[in-house]
């Protein structure tokens, strides 16, 4: 018999304490042990996580109106620049934004954070004046009690699939994919593979807009689909499937989030970046999906690019799959390296298994995404037309 | 067969001392110099390690001692700290030596301090500055 499941049969059983909730690791024996058709009759849900710098995010906050009130046109959080061309008193805060006094030691990232952990940020917004917002500056101290809105909104995160990055150059390279060294001298990595949300449900069959997910500590959920979103699949000439880029975009309550899952990082010689956490809960709605969530490492491939190449099309150096990568050192054209991976595994796992925990107590309910992602997206370069 | 890194600090007063030789002259230790940086004006830092029988380190740190030179033991140069990180693994990649791993069943990342060489690539790689050397 084949299985059926709806979210609403799942969230009953949630409800009613009788859900069987695994990891997206815990589900890879099960599956040799008993094959998908039992595994999906035993199984109600799978959790997945990702803990890693994902630079496309920051956060809207509204700060409230003084008296008398102030149109801001420039407002600095701690010397970072936020974006004020909003209304009055709302601004975007992007997280790779440097601070005016201190570059890239603090930006914007540093200043959710401290945001986050309750402390208190500076905050100082100047004004042309208008006849209705007279106030032309304004320096105070805020905090999360302080402020109306402080809502995490992250266009692109949680990518499906990235590059591995190697140098080629004789010098070496400080990048967003952390510290090359010359001649292929390392190798970084960045997704956390078999518990990566978007490699356990590749066709989006579950993950959509509006599906409930854990961000940064709290309930969030997916918006949209993410920035530079990629959907479709290349298949090697060996017939395997390299996912490419699929993305989410992200949104939560600030406020209720944890630096436990949310933390500032500096890549030395690139900038400031957020370190986010993601846990996505896959519902087991038939085999197929079974399927999905039984993907392991050494099934997952990726491509190894040569960052030390200055143009947007980089050459490829030849394929690898994630089991290679975490055992710690990899071949690049004859050459043993060592590799790190960025993404944080320990973290990711320690995401899926508290997104269980709260299944399991019934604190997180499934919700059916409102509309699907397209099925086909296009990469569109940026032209320079003159 | 005992092994252990060491900084030295040298002042003006000590800096000409060759205590290199005399580890292993007087000493029988085998030494390998790791880092130096030395201003004969103003002294230097010498990091070493060192091999050789428990007895003859003690001694020949027991010598390096009496002439004046400042010593520390390499393992609280290294200042890993652990609430900060992440377990990202930044670091491993980059490191010269292989100090750096992360944990095959805990996927947290274990420092081997006995093969540093304290060359700060794991500093400047780490995103959450969770390593600091001090030299």
Known sequence: MTIQRTYEEINTKIRSGKAVIVTAEEIIPIVEKKGIEKATEEIDVVTTGTFGPMCSSGAIINFGHSDPPIRMQKV??????????????????????????????????????????????????????????????????ITKESINQAVLFNPRNGYQNYNVAVSTSDRKIYTYMGILL????????????????????????????????????????????????????????????????????????????????IRAAIFKGYGVTLVVGIGIPIPILNSEIMKSVSVKDEDIWTEIIDYSFPHL???????????????????????DVFTSPLSSYAKAREIAQKLKEEILKGEFLLQEPIQKFPQESKFKPLLEIH | MLSKKVIFTFSPQNVERPVTYQLIKDYNLWVNILQAKFEPSL????????????????????????????????????????????????????????????????????????KCIVCGNCVEACPLQAIKVIF
């Open chain 1, 76 to 141: 600095w959080l701690n010397d970072v620049e936020a974006y004020a061309g909003l209304a009055a008193v709302d601004v975007y805060l992007g997280a790779t934004q440097p601070s005016e006094s201190q570059g890239m030691e603090y930006g914007g990232a540093h200043v959710i954070e401290d945001l986050i952990s309750g402390k208190k940020i500076k905050l100082r917004a100047i004004s042309q004046g208008t006849d209705c917002y007279p106030r032309r500056e304004i320096e105070s101290y």
């Open chain 1, 182 to 261: 010359p001649n292929i001298g390392n190798a970084n990595y960045c997704t956390s593979g078999q518990l990566s949300p978007l490699l356990n449900d590749p066709q989006f069959r579950t993950i959509g807009i509006g599906t409930r997910i854990f961000l940064g500590g709290t309930q969030g959920y997916i918006a949209w689909e993410g920035t530079q979103f990629y959907p479709q699949t290349l298949k090697d000439e060996e017939g395997r499937v390299i996912y490419k880029g699929g993305t989410l975009a992200v949104i939560g309550d600030l406020k209720e989030m944890s630096t436990d899952y």
């Open chain 1, 313 to 335: 099309k980089k050459p490829s150096l030849g394929r690898v799959n994630y089991k290679q990568l975490r055992e710690g050192k990899i071949t690049v054209q004859g050459k």
């Open chain 2, 43 to 114: 002294g230097g830092k010498l990091v070493l390690e060192l091999k050789g029988e428990d007895k003859q380190i003690k001694e020949g740190l027991n010598f390096v001692r009496q002439i004046g030179v400042g010593i520390e033991l390499l393992e609280q140069e290294v200042l890993w700290d652990e609430k900060k990180c992440i377990d990202c693994g930044a670091c491993i990649s980059i490191c010269p030596t292989g100090v750096l791993s992360l944990d095959k069943e805990t996927f947290k990342l274990k420092f081997d301090y006995e």
